[in-house]
């Protein structure tokens, strides 16, 4: 895996993640984040509510931004320094794809201050989210092994 640096990031240039979100991820991110809302957990419960069923956390949607700024584009050695405009534009159900698309808006010129625009969109083509982010680019180059999974 290699990142791309502060120099070597253009405007336009893009980076991506796919995942198709299960329960198991929801109820992992339940427990990492303390909210335990029946809407996300219970399918008895969430069926009575506005979507019909569970829904994914909107902030675990939001999460797969990190994941491309971390290990993506730039990648490793990115610094997230916020996430502004943040919206909800449709639920994320169990067994939807994301695909979360970043694309570079702006770069500082006298910093490694990057802005991108941010969409993540369901296997239907519909946006579900949509935000900046803003990120401290690296400015050195980091070559690592790919991660293990076990």
């Not at 794809?97 to 694309?103: E, G, P, S």
């Amino acid at each position: 895996m290699r990142n791309i640096t502060f120099d070597e990031i253009e405007i336009g240039d893009t980076g991506r993640y796919t995942r198709t979100v299960t329960q198991e991820d929801i109820d992992k991110f339940a427990g990492v984040s303390g909210d335990d809302n029946p809407v996300h957990l219970s399918e008895e419960f969430a069926k009575s509510a506005q979507f019909g069923g569970t829904i994914a956390h909107g902030m675990l949607t939001a999460s797969y931004i990190s994941a491309v700024l971390g290990t993506k584009y730039p990648g490793q050695g990115t610094i997230f320094l916020g996430l502004n405009d943040l919206k909800f534009k449709g639920p994320v159900k169990p067994g939807d794809t994301i695909t979360t698309t970043l694309t570079v808006r702006e770069k500082h010129d006298s910093k490694p201050i990057v802005k991108f625009d941010c969409d993540c969109v369901n296997q239907n083509g519909e946006t579900v989210l949509t935000a900046e982010a803003v990120v401290r680019a690296p400015t050195q180059k980091i070559i690592a092994a790919p991660k293990v999974e076990f």
